[in-house]
């Protein structure tokens, strides 16, 4: 039962007419604050169609990336209301390394906030945007290579393992 709902999701995310709209909005809406993750869908699309591979990887580093610019301008307009707290140790480092911190936008945990804080400080917009789309790019390619290298059985086996 949960094998037969687990691929009809994988399915159901991998359609080409609503696959890479969905992975748009997945990659988006979880490089926010929000707690979503969205490797999870990019590997759907690219195990279900693997001849759309290099569109997911795409569509999933632009959503993000367009999520993180929103992560920066929250941060840049935000400056004003949290003033005092310029002086921690984390504008500091982020000061003095520019733009190119923004590369560590695809850690998990830190990455969003540190688009925020990138904009609070004010890092050049279009340096820290390359640097951010460089990074997420960088992250769905190792993530996605990694878990469609993954023997099949794996995934069965993690089905049956959780009741299906």
């Known amino acids: 039962m949960i094998e037969n709902a687990i691929h009809g999701l994988l399915n159901l995310l991998a359609a080409p007419e609503v696959g890479l709209t969905s992975l748009?909005?997945?990659?988006?809406?979880?490089?926010?604050?929000?707690?979503?993750?969205?490797?999870?869908?990019?590997?759907a699309v690219c195990k279900a169609n693997p001849e759309l591979f290099w569109p997911a990887i795409a569509v999933a580093?632009?959503?993000?990336?367009?999520?993180?610019?929103?992560?920066?301008?929250?941060?840049?307009?935000a400056k004003n209301a949290f003033a005092k707290e310029r002086s921690s140790r984390w504008f500091?480092?982020?000061?003095h390394h520019g733009a190119k911190t923004m590369l560590l936008s695809w850690v998990p945990g830190i990455g969003d906030p540190l688009c925020t804080?990138?904009?609070?400080?004010?890092?050049?917009?279009?340096?820290a945007t390359m640097y951010m789309a460089i990074g997420k790019l960088a992250r769905y390619l190792c993530?996605?290579?990694?878990?469609?290298?993954?023997?099949?059985?794996?995934?069965?086996?993690?089905a049956h393992a959780l009741g299906g």
């Open 24 to 43: 748009f909005i997945i990659s988006f809406v979880s490089a926010t604050l929000l707690p979503l993750g969205s490797e999870p869908a990019v590997f």
């Open 92 to 95: 500091g480092w982020l000061a």
């Open 117 to 127: 804080l990138g904009g609070w400080l004010k890092l050049p917009f279009w340096p």
């Open 143 to 158: 993530m996605t290579l990694m878990l469609l290298y993954v023997p099949d059985g794996f995934w069965r086996s993690l």
């Open 61 to 77: 580093t632009l959503g993000n990336t367009l999520g993180g610019v929103v992560d920066y301008w929250l941060g840049y307009y």
